[in-house]
């Protein structure tokens, strides 16, 4: 959905080849030589390993980096949550319901009294721990299905693709939904419901990728002295395959977040008293009339973070050089 | 044409059989003894557990369970809800009117909002009103659609009395609230895909504006928008309806949570509902025949798509 102007970006994706190739030296020197014995990836950026030089490219994205900072100051605050002299999240204070921002309160009160910057907080820990759960999870069902579907080929491949198409009719929102409520209302049960949705699309990558490079020169001329098949995956085929994944997992991670946020809106998720931004906007919402202003923040805290998970993609898509990949 | 057609078709019996095993599956899921949790737990009568245990056959095997279900299916036979004595289609069928009214006018808010956005941007990559369409429709990505619905309403409803924030009017009683109250739904739901239809419109449109065929027609004369819109969207109308297709299982996913917000008893409300009271016969029938619509709109799309692009059929 975003890879569509990523070739009109300011980084140039050709930087990926040639000019930072002093620079590999130190890394498997084995691995980038063998690219020049490929004719056909000359004009194309296989023929240097995608994470030679990749913190310098990243770096060079302004914007990607300021989302990266974002992400990484969001959760080390989440996780020392508790040793950081917030107020306890909830804390009811029914003297003091739905006040403005404040000194003592930054963020303001809400129907409770409850101080919401504290609540925000405390909110990020859930809704980053389930999102990373379930693109973990995904990963870890999606990345073997995918590696087998692509190298077994025939009506294991067959199979496992119709089974993905089957996951993929179902709309993912109906499908966690319906997950989720049947696995009883939690975070980790919202996380195991994502996981399954998600699942399918990491499956087809792989698989794609896979298929890509099975039949390329190296992968051949490594089968043909004998290498070990799971040498191969692991030497050559999951170097390729890393670049994209990486990319769609920090994408993933973001509608994870987004999804996260749905569910626990319609009580899904965590349970009261525990803070999440999706249950901070159910609670918002029946506010509407008296504190319309409380609906703000959590919402605001979901679309800046999807948001900065984006543009982290973007920024991989571009420094991995994915796009010319043929991804 | 018909051959293909048809084997579309044929693809689709595979196709919903395994989406038959995924939704029938979801029995599987449900924590501890079945019919004690159908019931409500704990607190349930041996009564009611009981009846549920004969109601879903829960004694039986998960396969001997599973063809009756399929049986019963095909004949478009989802059982009965466990809270209300209708059967899960009659309810559903009641409430789909209500759903297809807010995913249509979605839809046609995203093509109306979309396409022209998607032309501005796409002939002129890089001019302002381009720049301002990438980063307009990048917010309108990244902003969750559901707080989208709830900031509009606070704004349009609560400090301003323009639009009401709940309920649902038929046509038939008056036209004019029906779209009153329906077009804050349709907002809420149409962003994205307007969004992304003007995204994919650009990229393609950009492709075909810089190709060897277009500068021809500029060269010889032909007016600007002879160009684009006889030999340019022509052309870039095939990636567009992909999308379309794509975003048909978007909305309807999305009525879940806009029927919420504004208090529509469709389709999304009675799947809420049935999740809420693990209600696991609707769960079932509502997600099997979610599943079934989803798959005739992108039947039509993709008959469509040969339709207006010959190459596809052969494959």
Redo the contacts between chains.
Sequence with gaps: MTDWDSRNRDVDPFLTSGDNRPLDSTLEIERTTEGFWTPSALPSHDTVPAHVGFWKRFRRNKVAMVAAIYLVVLIVVALLAKHIGLQDPNLQNLTEINHKPSGAHWLGQDDLGRDVFARVIYGARVSLEASFLAVALALIIAVPLGLLAGFSGGWIDQTLMRVSDAFQVIPALVLALVISGILGPSTTNVAIALAIVFAPGFVRLVRGQVIGVREETYVEASRSIGAKPLFIIRKRVLHNVASPLIVQAAVTAGFALLAEASLSFLGLGVQAPDASWGTMLTRAFSQVYDAGWLLWIPGGAIAITVLAFNLIGDGLRDALGTETRGA | MLTFILRRIAALI??LF??S???FG?IL???GDAALTLAGGEDATPDRIQMIREQLGLDRSFVSQYLTWLGNALHFDFGRSLYSNQTVVSEIWQRIPITLQIAGGAMVFGLLVGIPLGIISGIR??SVADRAV?IGT??A????S??LA??L??NLA??RNILP?RGFVPFGESPYEWFRHLLLPWITLGVLTAA?IA??L??ALADVMSSDHIRTSKSVGLPPHKVVGKHGLKNASAPVLTVVGLQI??L???T??VE??FGFAGLGTY??TA??R?D?PA?QGS?ML??IM??LV?LAVDIAYAFFNPKVRIE
């Excluded at chain 2, 990505?141 to 969750?144: E, G, K, N, S, V």
């Design positions: 595979p196709l395994i989406v095993i995924i939704v979801l899921l449900v924590p990559p890089r990438v990048s917010a990505i990244a902003i969750p559901f707080w709830l900031i309403i606070l609560v400090y924030s992304t995204r994919q650009r990229g299982a978007y309807i996913g999305g879940v949570i919420f917000i799947v809420l999740v809420q693990n696991l769960i997600v979610i599943a989803t798959v992108n």
